[in-house]
């Protein structure tokens, strides 16, 4: 069977809705600040001429290999070799910067606030460390060859055209090849069907500019992995609510030997190399009853497992990269760039608000557990975060209408 298409309808490069179209290896998020004190105008310009540079670089052209002398030609690159997606973050809004008259939607909000943002999700050892500015480019291609590139691209056209941008943050990232997080476990075994996916990440008008767009949540996640291999293999399961090989839901829990042992769905075929039919079916795990099991990590992220478009669903498109900071004396400093996009910033408030879903615990288990029950691990610390608006596609580049009145 042919992976399937899905339509993307105006929404912006970037969003893998497809499976017939993977996201690529690389991944680097930029962000961007415009300089106080600029007017909408010339903001609007120095983002015109970034999205110009990476339209052209896209197409193959580099602005420094073009032709200057007669009988040269310009020197291409190979085009194609990566996406781009410009978002915007809740400080364009602010009203005191004069950039735009358009209405900041409601949960479009700073995450560097005083009081920590998400119940259970603490900032890192030194407290917020970026991730959120005016603007964010989320740079996705084949390797980290051809998302660097663009970055210094994007840095040349600024320092050239001495535009009133300044480069704040980059975080890089990387797929494995294996599908697998950290963490051992595949991820992205449940990111919804995809004849659901445009219906949880579309914007459907509030806003109104952002009619066709979308939302996007950037979610640095540092995770302690000397503390995660402490656990057995079962508990790990218990937590994340799948057998760690084939990734198939757990059903439920048997105990043995004093420790509860996982439980998982008779007849699950390996995932995520089973047929697409099958794999539907165990890809939604319905409620089991099993206290344990509904604790885990997948039933908290996804308490109802309905349609995308039920409100209370509070269903997310996750399209997340892992990282590697730095590896040295005392171990690895590596974790998640959690990248989600949904209709509306609210579904992620709500999931890692609530105290039934995430909000509850840092990452899976119960605070209240029986005997032989595994502790609810902290495993998940925020090295930086951003939220942003990513309106759909316009000409010259997204959001163009915003800037000025
Ligand atoms: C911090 C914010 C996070 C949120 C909001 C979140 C949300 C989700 C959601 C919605 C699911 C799908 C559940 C389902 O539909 O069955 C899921 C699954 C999963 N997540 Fe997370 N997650 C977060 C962080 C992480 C991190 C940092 C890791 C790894 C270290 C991780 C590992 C997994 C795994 C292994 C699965 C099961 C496999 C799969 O269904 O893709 N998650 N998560």
Redesign the pocket.
């Known amino acids: 069977m042919s992976p399937t298409f899905v339509d993307t309808g105006e929404l912006q490069d970037g969003i893998y809705l497809s499976p017939a179209i993977p996201p690529p290896n690389g991944f680097l998020m930029l962000t961007i600040q415009i300089e106080d004190g600029t007017d909408a105008a010339a903001a609007r310009t120095g983002v015109e001429r970034i999205w110009g540079v990476l339209t052209d670089l896209h197409a193959g052209m580099v602005r420094d290999l073009r032709a200057t002398k007669e009988g040269e030609e310009d020197q291409p690159i190979r085009p194609g070799t990566f996406d781009f997606l410009l978002g915007y973050g809740a400080s364009f809004f602010d009203p005191a910067k004069s950039l735009t008259e358009a209405e900041r939607p409601a949960q479009l909000t700073p995450l560097a606030r005083p009081r920590e943002p998400f119940a259970n ?1 603490p900032w890192a050892a030194g407290g917020h460390r970026g991730g959120e500015s005016d603007l964010c480019l989320q740079l996705t291609g084949r390797d980290s060859q051809a998302t660097s590139r663009a970055a210094v691209e994007v840095w040349k056209v600024i320092v050239d055209d001495e535009l009133p941008l300044v480069i704040t943050g980059s975080f890089e990232g990387f797929a494995r090849d294996d599908g697998r ?3 051992g ?8 069907r995809p004849s659901q996916r445009l219906a949880a990440v579309e914007c459907q008008g509030d806003p109104g500019w952002n009619r066709g767009g979308t939302y996007l949540a950037f ?1 640095r ?1 540092a ?1 302690d992995l000397g503390r995660w291999r402490s656990l057995s293999r079962s508990a790990q399961e218990l937590v ?3 057998d760690k090989l084939t ?1 198939c ?1 757990l059903e439920g829990t048997a105990e043995a030997d004093g420790e509860l042992a996982p439980r998982a769905y008779a007849g699950c075929p390996a995932a995520p190399d089973a047929p697409p039919q099958d794999r539907d079916k165990f ?3 319905p409620e089991t009853g099993d206290p344990v099991v509904e604790a885990s ?3 908290r ?2 308490q109802n ?1 309905v349609e995308p478009t039920s409100h209370a669903g509070h269903r ?1 498109f ?1 399209q ?1 990269y892992e990282y590697l900071a730095e590896i040295g004396p005392g171990g690895p400093d590596l ?2 760039n ?1 990248v ?1 996009f949904q209709r509306d910033l609210e579904h ?1 408030w709500q ?2 608000g609530l105290p039934s879903w ?1 909000g509850g615990v840092n ?1 899976g288990g119960r605070p209240d557990r029986g005997p032989g029950e595994p502790e609810p691990i902290e ?2 610390s925020l090295e930086a975060a951003g939220f942003y608006a990513v309106p759909p596609r316009e000409q010259p580049f997204p959001g163009a209408g915003l800037f000025g009145s």
């Open positions: 999700l997080s950290w963490i476990f595949h991820d992205g075994v449940s990111n919804i979610l996640c995770v994340v609510g799948r990734g839901a890809r939604d795990p990590h997948i039933h992220a996804n497992r997310i996750r997340g974790g998640l959690f989600s992620l999931i890692l995430l990452f495993l998940l």
